[in-house]
Each structure stands twice: as structure tokens, then as C-alpha cells.
């Protein structure tokens, strides 16, 4: 197996070419617990790696008993807009598979070309426009060939995660407002038909409340855009997406072909803050055919099957 590593050197740590550098390897057994093994390790100077071939060094990795248990090749790069010849490589604390990529500055990004004006979610007037809190990350990723690719990842929260929602809370109480004005102007029924349209028009006045209330609380709502999911329980952001992102990213090799791929990410959607306990849509409808079994045929029953039952049976189906 080959694993990938990167080492930092900044200008306050006063590396010169006769600084030495150790690099340990260690067998991890449990990285939760910090459980891990010495397996070997090596020893060079920074002149050493500055004088190798393409700045590329290899060592043999040795034991305690210095016993050969495998190898280290060491790259270093040059940053493009430096004139210091000492390599200059940043860290990035992630790392993952057990391969870390190297971070790299802007720099490696100028000579991209016009088009970055477009694969920039922070130049990109119509996206700067809808998203907001941008995380920017650049890398460069080793090559076993012993090229490297440049990768631009950019990260925004959107907007309209809180402008939809309201929009169509707003379309919701709408038009269940328009459905109550329709009962009341039927005009004079027969008692069995009034009880039926009064049960009715409560049921929608209620949820008509409930819409106005959470209509209030996303209006009031000042906090950021995004929605993290240890809040999707909270009944005033029940209609917003939960862990909803778009994510950029932008890929460019050595000969200056580059693709960008756009990602949007969303939590399932779900009844957080209403609970599971009482059961979902599907249960509701089960309770409701029972409810038809067991229910009188008399002339006096009415069974009502409102417009939203019809719907909830096409969703699950």
C-alpha cells in the first residue's frame, strides 16, 4: 500500500538547507483511541532533497533494530511565485483514506484562464448573489507519475434556503385559506352536510394558524441561512432544508485541462420536529381504511375523502 503525507515549512520556523527532518511512520491500530505502532523511520537534511533529481528523494525506511520494513520518497515543490529556492508546501489537517492532500496558494489558480471568472461561486455575480458564507480550499494532489493535480473546492450556503421555505408556506396558506372561502359559499346545506363542512373548516383553520405562525417565525428568523441538522428538530425552521449545500469544485492537470463539477447536498427530508412515534403519512392512511371498514353504512354517514388523501396515496405509491 502507498500513503500520502505532507509536511509544512514556514518562514518563521528557520529551515535552512543544513535543517534535518526525521519522518516516522506508525502502524495505527485505533485512531479514535490513539492506539499505534513505530514501524520505522528515516533521516535527511533539506540540502539533501534541494540537491535530488526533480527535488524527489528516496529513503529507506528502517526499525529501531535498523532493519529495512519499507521505503519514503519525499517531494518537494516550488512555490510559482516565490524566488526562495527552499520548498514551500503547506499542511492540510485532513486527510482521508489515509491520503492527505497538500494545499497550495492562489497563485496556482491565476494561470487557469478566463473561465475562472466562472468557476468561482465569489466572482460569479448571479451565485454571489444567492449564496453567501463561501469556503474556499485549493491542493495539489500528488500523482504517481510524479505530476500533480490542482484542485480548487469551494463550499456556500444558499440563500433561498430560507426565502423558498417562506414562499411556500406563504402558496400553503394560501391556498387553504381559498379552499375555507369555497365551504362558506355554499350557502345553506342540510344539518348532516353543515356538521361535515363545520369539522372541515376548523381542520383548516387550524393549519391555516399553524402556516401563519410559522409564516411569523421564518420572517423573524435573522440567523444564517444554512441549517445544521442539530437544528432539525426546532418547529420554526421546519420547513427549511436541513445541511443543504452547493459544492464546487475544480480540477486542472498539468497541461492546463481543467473540468468543474457542481454537487448540491441535502439532509433526507423528514417530520423531525413532529416526531416518529405516532407513525408518518403512511400509518395516517392506514387508520383512515380502517376507519372506512368499521364505519355504518346508514344513509346518515358521509365519508369524506378530501383532495390531500388522493395525493398521500400517489407519494407512496
Avoid at 255 to 260: I, N
Wanted: aromatic fraction near 6%.
Amino acid at each position: 500500500p502507498i500513503f500520502l503525507s505532507s509536511i509544512a515549512f514556514f518562514q518563521d520556523a528557520l529551515v535552512n538547507q543544513m535543517t534535518q527532518v526525521k519522518l516516522c511512520v506508525y502502524d495505527v491500530k485505533d485512531r479514535s483511541q490513539g492506539t499505534m505502532y513505530l514501524l520505522g523511520s528515516g533521516l535527511f537534511t533539506v540540502k539533501d532533497l534541494l540537491q535530488a533529481r526533480n527535488h524527489r528523494l528516496h529513503l529507506t525506511l528502517r526499525s529501531a533494530e535498523n532493519e529495512r520494513v519499507g521505503n519514503i520518497t519525499i517531494i518537494a515543490w516550488q512555490m510559482e511565485e516565490k524566488v526562495d529556492p527552499k520548498p514551500q508546501v503547506t499542511k492540510s489537517p485532513d486527510t482521508n483514506s489515509g491520503r492527505t492532500v497538500i494545499p497550495v496558494d492562489e497563485s496556482l489558480t491565476e494561470s487557469i484562464g478566463i473561465r475562472s471568472k466562472f468557476a468561482a461561486l465569489r466572482k460569479d455575480t448571479l451565485l454571489r448573489s444567492v449564496f453567501g458564507g463561501v469556503i474556499c480550499r485549493m491542493y495539489r494532489f500528488p500523482t504517481m507519475d510524479g505530476n500533480h493535480l490542482r484542485i480548487l473546492e469551494q463550499m456556500a450556503e444558499s440563500v433561498l434556503s430560507i426565502h423558498i421555505p417562506r414562499q411556500f408556506v406563504k402558496l400553503l396558506l394560501e391556498e387553504d385559506a381559498a379552499r375555507v372561502c369555497e365551504l362558506e359559499e355554499l350557502g345553506e346545506l342540510s344539518p348532516c352536510w353543515e356538521n361535515l363542512r363545520r369539522q372541515i373548516v376548523t381542520q383548516y383553520q387550524t393549519i391555516i394558524l399553524t402556516y401563519q405562525e410559522t409564516l411569523t417565525d421564518l420572517h423573524q428568523y435573522k440567523g444564517p441561512s444554512f441549517k445544521a441538522s442539530s437544528m432539525k428538530a426546532d418547529k420554526k425552521l421546519e420547513f427549511v432544508p436541513t445541511n443543504l449545500h452547493i459544492q464546487r469544485m475544480r480540477v486542472q492537470d498539468d497541461c492546463g485541462t481543467d473540468q468543474t463539477y457542481d454537487i448540491v447536498t441535502i439532509g433526507a427530508p423528514a417530520a423531525h420536529c413532529q416526531g416518529f412515534k405516532s407513525g408518518g403519512l403512511r400509518k395516517i392512511l392506514h387508520k383512515f381504511e380502517e376507519a372506512k371498514k368499521h364505519t355504518s353504512s346508514s344513509s346518515q354517514s358521509i365519508i369524506y375523502i378530501p383532495q390531500d388523501i388522493v395525493r398521500a396515496k400517489e407519494i407512496i405509491a
